[in-house]
């Protein structure tokens, strides 16, 4: 399984950026897909997962301001990212888990600025 993360880059704080990321190889083996995120010093957090069959599940941190999708037929996953604060500035990562493993994207910069 490969995963391309797309979208990220510069907002001031309160605005919104979206995330998108392109599962390809043997995508019928993915169950949960989702995002995390790991800001310069830090341990990379859990954002938000969804399962295969729409299960959703979001970090404290983001609940509420952050939405999670995905489309089975195309194989993809979207992070919907509003009311972003500087706090949410990390290098954010695409993830799936099936039954060959877990498997990373390349990452995404997000920055905010106050």
């Known amino acids: 399984v490969q995963l391309q993360a797309s979208g990220g880059g510069l907002v001031q704080s309160g605005g919104s950026l979206r995330l998108s990321c392109a599962a390809s190889?043997?995508?019928?083996?993915?169950?949960?897909m989702g995002w995390y995120r790991q800001a310069p010093g830090k341990q990379r957090e859990f954002v938000a997962t969804?399962?295969?069959?729409?299960?959703?599940n979001y970090g404290m941190s983001v609940k509420g301001r952050f939405a999670i999708s995905r489309d089975n037929a195309k194989d993809t996953v979207a992070l919907q990212m509003n009311g972003l604060k500087p706090d949410d500035t990390a290098v954010y990562y695409c993830?799936?888990?099936?039954?060959?493993?877990?498997?990373w994207g390349q990452g995404a910069q997000v920055t905010v600025s106050s």
């Open positions: 190889g043997s995508t019928l083996t993915i169950n949960d």
């Open positions: 969804i399962s295969r069959g729409g299960g959703i």
């Open positions: 993830n799936a888990v099936g039954t060959l493993g877990t498997f």
